[in-house]
């Protein structure tokens, strides 16, 4: 079992920055992918970047050039660097870690309880 605990949400003006934090427990940290999604009001959970454990990043068309993943696997920590932020960045922001059993095919999937990001006009 992984536990996920998400931080460094809150309210900024658009323009300004803000940088979510997630740290896991237990100690295999790095051999999962990391992820973190966002879900607005009335509105599906997206995916908005994600990490392998060989650091492999990907993002969201309406992120990419102001948003950048990152991990330390030393600190069970990912980190969603957020700038240029636009009001319609406004969500609750989720942490996810995944992997899959090379043997037995089992997925592992853990997700944070959340953190809300507001961003005014």
């Known amino acids: 079992q992984v536990q996920l605990v998400e931080s460094g949400g809150g309210l900024v003006q658009a323009g300004g920055s803000l940088r979510l934090s997630c740290t896991a427990s237990?100690?295999?940290?790095?051999?999962?992918?990391m992820g973190w999604y966002r879900q607005a009001p009335e509105k599906q959970r997206e995916l908005v970047a994600r990490i392998t454990n060989g650091g492999i990043t990907n993002y969201t068309d309406s992120v990419k050039g102001r948003f950048t993943i990152s991990r330390d696997n030393a600190k069970n920590t990912v980190y969603l660097q957020m700038n240029s932020l636009k009001p319609e960045d406004t969500a609750v922001y989720y942490c996810n870690s995944h992997r899959v059993a090379v043997t037995t095919g089992y997925e592992y999937d853990y997700w944070g309880q959340g953190t809300q990001v507001t961003v005014s006009s």
């Open positions: 237990g100690s295999t940290f790095s051999r999962y992918a």
